[in-house]
Every structure is written in structure tokens, then in C-alpha cells.
């Protein structure tokens, strides 16, 4: 059973940092695709970064370009979002996906796999 873990999300004022987690298991992260997404509430969710299985690719979205940085350690089986320079807009449910991929993926649609989400609030 494939099962993706995410944890880190918590509260933080504008300026601040977080780094989230997703371990996974029941898949071995090596062959895969990983990306993080985020939904704020009346909102679609989106993407916010995507890491290649291979060559160690990255996207990522304008939004967040410069102040997040995707990284994964297939040791361990799990991804890091590091999160800097927060904004109270960058406040959502954050989620990260699996999917078997030689490279970055950044649609919703094309994973197979997702976590539970974790919430994010930037806030003073």
C-alpha cells in the first residue's frame, strides 16, 4: 500500500520559514516524480515545485521561485520543501504527489499517488 506523509506545516509570520516533509512508503521514491502542490481555501489547487527522479530536475512556479527549494533524499525515501521569505499568501493546504517519471511533472492530473496535505498559515 502506497502512502505519502506530509508534516512540517504549522504557523509563521511573514518573513519566516518552514521546511515540509513527505516520506513515503510502499513505493520506492528512487523511480519517481515528486511534487508539491498547495490549495487555499475557494481556490484550485496548484503546483508549487517539482523534483525529477533522475537527474535531479527542478520546476518551479513563479509564485515561489527564489524563496522555495525542492530537494529529496532517496535514502531516507522522502522530499523536502524548504520555505523562505514566507507571505501571508502562500497560507494553504500543501500536498505533495508520486508519479513514475523520468522528469518533472507539473499537473495535477498526471499523478498517481498523493498525502493526506498539510496546512500552512502565514500569518502576523
Known amino acids: 500500500q502506497v502512502q505519502l506523509v506530509e508534516s512540517g506545516g504549522g504557523l509563521v509570520q511573514p518573513g519566516g520559514s518552514l521546511r515540509l516533509s513527505c516520506a513515503a512508503s510502499?513505493?520506492?521514491?528512487?523511480?519517481?516524480?515528486i511534487g508539491w502542490f498547495r490549495q487555499a481555501p475557494g481556490k484550485e489547487r496548484e503546483g508549487v515545485s517539482s523534483?525529477?527522479?533522475?537527474?535531479?530536475?527542478?520546476w518551479y512556479a513563479d509564485s515561489v521561485k527564489g524563496r522555495f527549494t525542492i530537494s529529496r533524499d532517496n535514502a531516507k525515501n522522502t522530499v523536502y520543501l524548504q520555505m523562505n521569505s514566507l507571505k501571508p499568501e502562500d497560507t494553504a493546504v500543501y500536498y505533495c504527489?508520486?508519479?513514475?517519471?523520468?522528469?518533472?511533472?507539473?499537473?495535477?492530473?498526471?499523478?498517481?499517488?498523493w498525502g493526506q496535505g498539510t496546512q500552512v498559515t502565514v500569518s502576523s
Open positions: 504527489a508520486a508519479v513514475l517519471s523520468w522528469t518533472v511533472v507539473k499537473t495535477v492530473d498526471e499523478y498517481s499517488y
Open positions: 510502499g513505493i520506492i521514491l528512487d523511480y519517481y516524480a
Open positions: 523534483i525529477s527522479n533522475s537527474d535531479g530536475r527542478k
